[in-house]
Structures are given as structure tokens and as C-alpha cells.
């Protein structure tokens, strides 16, 4: 096989210890930081 294939999602959280699983943000907390980031970004270009 010469192409790699990609992982669509990996499962870290289980692996992890529960005081670091509270200490790490979620999935939905980090995409809506993202969002705001971009449309901040967004609404800067004119």
C-alpha cells in the first residue's frame, strides 16, 4: 500500500486520567472558539 490512510478521529479521552479529562476543553468549546476567532477575523477584512 503506498498511500496512507487517515485517521478520522482518534479517542485520546480514554487513555486520559479523569482530573485531566475536566482540565481539557471540549470539542464543542474549542470549535466555538474557533468560530469566534475566524469571524472576528472575517468582519476585520473589508
Known amino acids: 500500500m503506498n498511500k496512507p490512510i487517515g485517521i ?3 479517542e485520546l479521552t480514554r ?3 479523569e ?3 475536566s482540565a481539557l476543553p471540549t470539542i ?3 470549535e466555538a472558539e474557533l468560530s469566534a ?3 472576528e477575523e472575517n468582519e476585520g477584512e473589508v
Open 19 to 21: 482530573e485531566l479529562k
Open 37 to 39: 476567532d475566524l469571524q
Open 28 to 30: 464543542e468549546e474549542i
Open 8 to 10: 478520522s478521529e482518534y
Open 15 to 17: 487513555a486520559l486520567p
